[in-house]
């Protein structure tokens, strides 16, 4: 430790006896200048820049495949092919309603993007760690939700775990459950939305207020699209939540004013059908849509498609029309998944033990995510 003030105090003793201080020695602004322009010379820039894709030997004797596609390690449990093109067609599906659905999970109000898609520590007992253990990863390496979000198989098993999350089904209990209506089954949620995919059922969501609120997280709409809900009917959503559910193709209802679940005395174990138009050209943006229940209940929502582009959004099918075009221009349709051109080499450490794998990757990594499903 330094204990001494510059401005009063010495430094030292010159040979003639006189005290030294910091000042007689710091140069002067135009010393510093001099030395300055005739050291730092415009050619150390250039060939930095030169060489600067060229690389260390550590990074040239990685080993990369050679090909135009990535090439999936399906040992990896951080990264992980997503199904987001998996049976895309070059025509988009049209319009689509919800027949007979289940609710996945009935909320109040302020359910946030971090109850819907957590981004912290993966707890012992969830889904995704029950994933991570089958595949021999020990449970000091789970890591987060947040390090593993380019593996959609656990980022759907994190889909609404927060520990917090309180859900009308279980009746006051907190915690990542629901219950599955026709066995009245309590599971966790990914379970409860995999047993309704199986028995070839659709799902919704009934909310409050502020569904959706908080950081705007793109897996917040992601991961609910993966566990096969189609709806999502509440008071009022955040803006950027709102676009990135169309984006994913999951339709964003409100209930009107005054109106809400416990008002129109909806429990969450009915079945909901929610009648859209046959052409796209009968949806306008915030037209009334009726929402009938097996039990005789009919109540009248407003479609939250606030613009004709992003009503085009959900009915495009992520916009693949666009994407699928695209492709077909740039890749003679060579290929639909994995769609990474080796324009240039970027080396990733694949977060577990000996696992260093090096992508070659482009600006085009954004087509394996079309616009709407990253914020």
Known sequence: MVDIDFETEPIGTGKDGKKIFFRDIWPSNKEVAEVVQASVLPDMFKATYEAITEGNSMWNELSVASGTLYEWDPKSTYIHEPPYFKGMTMSPPGPHGVKDAYCLL????SITTDHISPAGSIHKDSPAAK??????VDRRDFNSY?????????MARGTFANIRIVNKHLKGEVGPKTVHIPSGEKLSVFDAAMKYRNEGRDTIILAGAEY??????????????LLGVKAVISKSFERIHRSNLV???????????GEDAETLGLTGEELYTIELPNSVSEIKPGQDVTVVTNN??????????????????????????????????????AGGVGLFQSRRD????DQEPDQTIRKRVSPRDSFLYPKGLLQ
């Open 106 to 109: 009935n909320f109040g109000d």
């Open 131 to 136: 994933y991570l253990m089958e595949r021999g």
């Open 212 to 225: 959706g609120s908080g950081s705007s997280r793109d897996w917040a709409a992601k991961g609910p699209m």
């Open 296 to 333: 005789g209940k009919s109540f009248t929502c407003t479609l939250r498609f606030d613009t004709e582009v992003k009503q085009d959004d959900l009915f495009s099918s992520f916009k693949s029309r666009v994407v699928m075009s695209i492709i077909k221009d740039e890749f003679g349709m």
């Open 146 to 154: 947040g390090s593993r979000r380019g593996n959609d198989e656990i």
């Open 247 to 257: 984006g994913m193709g999951i339709i964003p209802l409100c209930f009107k004013t």
């Open 346 to 349: 970027i080396a990733i450490r």
